[in-house]
């Protein structure tokens, strides 16, 4: 539960005070109460130097999560982000947001390319720094963005892509077939078509045509927002064939219980599986 103050402007709300969460819908109103006296006794001014950096860092994670259905590893890595950045600026003393400035944020990315980090680490880090203060712009919490300067470290050196060779596709298939058949099909059908983990995930029997053997990805499920035509294997076939519709909805892959698999089930379960073969 949060309390909230907004502020019409232009036909538009626009939030000038966002609090910090609360447990309980009784806690909330308890602190409602409080502020309500602050402000009869003109002690309260409902003003964006009312937002601290540590409330409006918990109100942007949770309000984006909500908004754009973050999956729980991309929330916990954002809250790893904003409580990184809330230590910085509670070493230099920075409590809102109006006290952040550029020098600040030049000073926590330089600290953060000196530690033992990863390029692909500190940009994610820039990029969720960014993102954090331009939502605050538009917000009006703050009339310009510290953080607008900040450009993302250049890779100079990119990993080399080194593909499964036969064998090790042989015992991955193996070992999942046995082991985890849920996490089988899933990989067969990585392997036969190339799609990514998301885009199999919500995969459903409609986008399937077994009559012209072909795999229709509508572009609302496509990274890229383009329908992609994908031709279906006829060892893929056989196997989506053996696998038995639910009367949930009508996603193709499912976990044992019979609910739709998540990404982040899969990523998880191959990378147990890699641990088991070394």
Not at 5 to 10: A, C, L, S, W
Not at 89 to 116: A, F, P, T, W
Not at 122 to 127: A, G, P, S
């Amino acid at each position: 539960y949060y309390i909230k103050f907004e502020k019409r402007v232009n036909g538009k709300s626009v939030t000038k005070y966002h609090s910090k969460s609360f447990v309980s819908k009784s806690k909330a109103r308890q602190e409602v109460h409080k502020i309500y006296a602050d402000i009869e006794r003109g002690n309260f001014n409902v003003n964006i130097e009312n937002w601290s950096i540590e409330n409006y860092l918990d109100y942007y994670c949770k309000t984006l999560r909500d908004i754009k259905n973050w999956s729980e590893n991309t929330f916990r890595a954002n809250s790893y982000y904003a409580n990184e950045l809330f230590e910085y600026c509670i070493e230099l003393n920075l409590n809102y947001l109006r006290d952040v400035k550029q020098n600040h944020l030049e000073r926590y990315v330089q600290g953060l390319s000196n530690k033992d980090l990863k390029i692909n680490s500190v940009n994610h880090r820039i990029v969720f720094i960014k993102a954090v203060f331009s939502k605050a712009v538009k917000l009006e919490l703050i009339h310009k963005s510290p953080a607008s300067f900040l450009e993302k470290l250049k890779v100079n050196d990119k990993q080399e892509t080194i593909p499964f060779s036969d064998n090790e596709l042989r015992l991955i298939l193996d070992y999942s077939k046995v082991n985890n058949p849920s996490f089988y099909n899933i990989f067969m059908c990585a392997i036969y078509t190339g799609l990514r983990r998301n885009e199999i995930c919500k995969l459903e029997w409609q986008d399937i045509d077994l009559m012209q053997d072909r795999i229709i990805i509508p572009a609302k499920k496509t990274k890229a927002k383009y329908e992609r035509l994908i031709p279906l294997h006829l060892d893929l076939k056989k196997l989506l064939l053996t696998i038995p519709k639910s009367e949930k909805d009508n996603y193709v892959f499912r976990y044992t219980n019979g609910d739709n698999v998540k990404k982040d089930w899969v990523t998880k379960i191959f990378s147990n599986i890699k641990k088991q073969l070394n």
